[in-house]
């Protein structure tokens, strides 16, 4: 069944900072300089765009989507196929991918010599912040989205030797591979919930429920505000 899109946007647009250091880390690990040529794969509301702004490099963004539904959320977004880009080879510097690699189920290979094609030398890199096996986000997908979720959650997430091992065959050198604990941060417990109810589309849990759940499979941080534990691998992948 087709994913709904809006109630992305709409958590996004309830709690606009909650994942603030989901966007500030990756863009760290990517060194932006003055030039660079940046793409954003999926983008889904583009939200990366500002936190590159606020590095005060010149720099040229192009948020890619694959899916029509996210892309009408951005005027600039590019339509394509994430697995066949419509971009020349070596016409990029820096290629991120945040929070959707684990939907790509059985073609990660083929993203990755698609990455590698695209990226300049030798200063491209690919940019990666996805579930990873063995996580607590791959627990709270499997566990609790993947249950109370009409859609259910098809995920394959990502494991250090098989990324390694695939990137490195698409001609990548594999800078760090690191499991990265923050949270993302609401200023209070219904925000929390209403954003993640609509981020993950968990239209089948209660309220009591989804504040187990939250509380038992992820955990709070301590404050200010409400603090949800989250955890990304981040990979840096340099063009050879
Ligand atoms: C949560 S969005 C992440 C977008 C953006 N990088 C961000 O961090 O906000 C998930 C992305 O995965 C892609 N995707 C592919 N298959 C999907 C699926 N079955 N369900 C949801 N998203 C899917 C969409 O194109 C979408 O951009």
Redesign the pocket.
């Known amino acids: 069944m087709r ?1 709904q899109e809006a109630p ?1 946007q709409e958590a ?1 647009m309830r709690a606009p900072e909650a994942r603030a250091t ?1 966007f500030h880390l990756p863009i760290k690990l990517a060194d932006i300089a003055d030039g660079d040529r940046i793409l ?1 794969c ?4 583009g ?2 765009r500002r936190y590159l702004k606020e590095t005060g490099k010149k720099h040229r963004y192009i948020p890619f ?3 029509k539904a ?1 892309a009408a959320f951005d005027k600039e977004m590019v339509l394509g196929d994430w697995l066949a880009m419509p971009f020349k080879e070596g016409s990029l510097d820096v290629m991120f991918s ?3 690699l684990h ?2 189920i059985g073609a990660r290979d083929v993203f990755y010599r698609e990455a590698h094609r695209v990226l300049s030398r030798p200063d491209g890199r690919l940019i990666i912040a996805d579930v990873a096996e063995g996580t607590i986000a791959a627990r709270w997908l499997d566990e609790f989205v993947g249950l109370r979720s009409s859609e259910g959650h ?1 995920s394959e997430f990502l494991m250090e030797h098989a990324e390694r091992t695939a990137l490195e065959n698409a001609g990548f050198m594999v800078r760090s591979y690191d499991i990265v604990p923050y949270s993302w941060n609401f200023p209070d417990l219904e925000t929390a919930r209403i954003f993640m109810k609509g ?1 993950f589309r968990v239209d089948l849990a209660t309220e009591p429920e989804m504040d187990a759940a939250i509380g038992d499979l992820l955990g709070f941080l301590p404050g200010p505000g409400v603090r949800i534990r989250w955890e990304l691998a981040h990979v840096r992948a340099d063009k050879t």
């Not at 999926?42 to 509301?45: F, K, R, V």
């Open positions: 994913r992305y996004m989901e954003d999926p983008a889904g509301g939200y990366l989507e694959s899916k996210y945040i929070a959707a939907h790509l098809h981020l």
